[in-house]
Each structure stands twice: as C-alpha cells, then as structure tokens.
T-cell receptor, first 111, second 110 residues
Framework: KNEVEQSPQNLTAQEGEFITINCSYS?????LHWLQQHPGGGIVSLFM???GKKKHGRLIATINIQEKHSSLHITASHPRDSAVYICAVSWGGTSYGKLTFGQGTILTVHP | EPEVTQTPSHQVTQMGQEVILRCVPISNHLYFYWYRQILGQKVEFLVSFYNNEISEKSEIFDDQFSVERPDGSNFTLKIRSTKLEDSAMYFC????????FGEGSRLTVL
C-alpha cells in the first residue's frame, strides 16, 4: 500500500520568502501530482510529474524517482499563495486517476 | 478556460435519503473520477469511469454508491441511503491528459 507523507503540515511565511513543501511516498509510482486547495475547498491541479522538474510562473516542482521524493517550491511568495497544497500519486494507465493523497500542507503567507 | 462544474455546491439531507451529485466534465474528456474529503481528513479516491463503465473503485465505494453517465455531458454520483458518515466534500474530476477538478459538492447528512 502506498503511503504519501508531506512536510511540513503547517507553514507560515512572510511575503517574498522562498517556500519549500516536501512529499515522500513509499512505493514506486507512475506520476506525482501537486494540487492546490482553495480556502473555499476547490482543487486545482498545479503539476503532474513523472521525472525531473517543471516550472510554471513562481512555482517549481521536482521529483527524485530513486529517492521517492518530490518538492514544491514557491519563489517570492505572496499572500494569495495561501492555500492547502496537496501531493498525490498514481500508477498510470487505467489507474491514472486513482490517486493516493497526502494530508496536505497548510500555507499561510503574511503581507 | 474549460472547467468541470458540479451541482449542487451544498446539499443538506436527512439520514436514509437518496442523494444525487452532478458533474459536467470537460467536453472532450474520456476519463471521469469521484473523490471525497471528510472534514479535516485527506482526500480519498472513490471511483473511476471510462467507456461507460467503472474501471476502478475503492473500498469506500460500496453498494450504496453508484455512478452513471446518463447522457453525453453529465456524470452523476448517487448515494442510495445516506449515512451520517457520508457527510463530506465530493469532488468530480475529468481528464484527457491533465486532470481537472470541479469545485466540489458539500454534502451534510443530518
């Protein structure tokens, strides 16, 4: 059974700080997803990774398949980045959407 | 930008009542999913649906749950006889490549 662990569980930052959220999983996967959950509850997919690194704006996601570890970085954080960030893994093929989710990291960015 | 829409956004029901949660996936997507999140807990996978049939389901998705694609646009989750523990936020998602989530339907069972 694949377990997904995130750290930290809570993160408070000042505007402009560089933020890192970590995700570890226990079993080999096909893909890892980083999701953002808004205060209202809605979920947005940020990245889907199977190897290497992806960048979108101020967000960067990396994955190390050998170490079963991924990180989400936010550069120049802003109060609007305040949300819950969730790591989830899947095994591809017909199991692509059968995600196992981490518990989420609550990020609060103060102005 | 294309989006997955869910209705209702919030439903309150009495224990034992049937509930149908509706989702309109993105039009050219072929794979559809339901997830749920009990307050304060992790999001959990319920079921995946492809080619008009269930492709995978979790242990949570017992006989009380069913999914249907009654027409070319809607994808529904039915809970036949709701229990208190069914109170949760239910998310629909669809994909062609990238996964897109809806805003969720909050179900409160009294």
């Amino acid at each position: 059974k694949n377990e997904v662990e995130q750290s930290p569980q809570n993160l408070t930052a000042q505007e402009g700080e560089f933020i890192t959220i970590n995700c570890s999983y226990s079993v080999g996967i096909s893909a890892l997803h980083w999701l953002q959950q808004h205060p209202g509850g809605g979920i947005v997919s940020l990245f889907m990774l199977s190897s290497g690194k992806k960048k979108h704006g101020r967000l960067i996601a990396t994955i190390n398949i050998q170490e079963k570890h991924s990180s989400l970085h936010i550069t120049a954080s802003h109060p609007r980045d305040s949300a819950v960030y969730i790591c989830a893994v899947s095994w591809g093929g017909t199991s692509y959407g059968k995600l196992t989710f981490g518990q989420g990291t609550i990020l609060t960015v103060h102005p | 930008e294309p989006e997955v829409t869910q209705t209702p956004s919030h439903q309150v029901t009495q224990m034992g009542q049937e509930v149908i949660l509706r989702c309109v996936p993105i039009s050219n997507h072929l794979y559809f999913y339901w997830y749920r999140q009990i307050l304060g807990q992790k999001v959990e996978f319920l079921v995946s649906f492809y080619n008009n049939e269930i492709s995978e389901k979790s242990e949570i998705f017992d006989d009380q749950f069913s999914v249907e694609r009654p027409d070319g646009s809607n994808f529904t989750l039915k809970i036949r006889s709701t229990k208190l523990e069914d109170s949760a936020m239910y998310f629909c998602a669809s994909r062609s490549g990238e996964l897109f989530f809806g805003e969720g339907s909050r179900l409160t069972v009294l």
